[in-house]
């Protein structure tokens, strides 16, 4: 098993166990880029210098500085700092770095996923930790509930949701850090001109049987990343010295688009490559809500603008 990104306990009122928080994605894209000088090909380096050398000589910028040498800076005065070491940032006073204290429960439903940052697996640090963890995931499972907490580490204090993964009978727990409220700019800055439509029933109708007939399970590993595959073909075609592809612009009819006569046809080639029954979506049960990720809220988030940390 892969190394834990962070060990500490969950504590929900005076029941505490340990766990263990793995990182639940990773990179799969093969693109990597170098900076290249374009007159001789040899690839291009940075150092890190003085700013004072920088100012007195830009062309040389002086001798670089060497790793042992650099440490944080805090700008507490325009153009002044406070050193402030490793050390003091590990022996920083915050609880949450070694405790998940679980501060409330709420719906699945409340989680908007535009405040989702990144997923960690969630598993006992132990067996001894596996009954307590094992409660409070079947728990959390039957209520519909997610554990609202706080976690710190990467040199933050994260907001965190963690709800039960897996199937009812086994399984482990998923951990969300979230953002926080006034880390979303408010949406109404960017709605609020937007000018009333009054929707034609019968164009609202068609637009929902379209949706009807193109829902289906979503399945992931269908999706491949096609920018990374234009790359490959481009490095192909200038290594073996092939014509290079090159992007082709939709061309404007200069025609105003009817909107039923859009809706009309695509239900057309709809019905053509998928047939004209649409299935019937199942009831969700207990179990299949418990898969469910993070559902959509209604209503506007109420936030500020404040700059990332």
Do not use: C
Not at 15 to 21: A, E, H, K, P
Not at 163 to 186: C, K, Q, S, V
Not at 241 to 262: C, F, H, R, W, Y
């Amino acid at each position: 098993m892969a190394r834990p990104y962070w060990t500490g306990r969950i504590q929900v009122s005076l029941v505490s166990f340990g766990v263990q928080l793995f990182v639940a994605t990773e990179s799969k894209s093969q693109l990597s880029f170098h900076q290249i000088s374009r007159s001789t090909g040899e690839r291009v380096r940075h150092q890190k210098v003085l700013q004072s050398a920088v100012d007195a000589d830009p062309e040389t910028a002086g001798p670089a500085v060497g790793k042992e040498e650099i440490v944080k800076g805090y700008e507490y005065r325009k153009g002044e700092y406070v050193i402030i070491e490793p050390s003091e940032l590990e022996e920083l006073k915050v609880p949450s770095k070694h405790t998940i204290d679980v501060s409330q429960f709420v719906t699945l439903d409340e989680l908007a996923p535009e405040y989702i940052e990144k997923p960690y697996f969630v598993a006992p640090e132990n067996d001894s930790q596996a009954e307590a963890f094992a409660v409070i995931r079947r728990a959390l499972l039957e209520s519909r509930k997610v554990a609202i907490g706080k976690v710190s580490f990467a040199g933050r204090e994260h907001i965190v949701a963690i709800r039960p993964a897996g199937d009812e009978a086994h399984g482990g727990m998923i951990a969300y850090t979230l953002r926080y409220a006034n880390e979303l700019r408010n949406e109404q800055d960017y709605f609020r001109d937007l000018r009333n439509v009054d929707i034609n029933a019968e164009s609202l109708e068609m637009a929902e049987t379209l949706i009807a007939k193109k829902s289906a399970k979503l399945d992931l590993s269908k999706f491949e990343d096609g920018y990374e595959v234009a790359v490959k073909q481009l490095v192909e075609a200038k290594v073996n010295k092939m014509p290079v592809p090159k992007d082709e612009i939709p061309q404007s009819t200069g025609k105003v688009i009817n909107l039923m006569d859009a809706l009309r046809k695509s239900l057309s080639s709809t019905d053509a490559s998928a047939g004209k029954r649409v299935p019937k979506k199942p009831a969700a049960s207990v179990k299949d809500e418990s898969k469910k990720g993070i559902g959509l809220v209604k209503g506007a988030a109420k936030s500020s603008k404040r700059k990332s940390a």
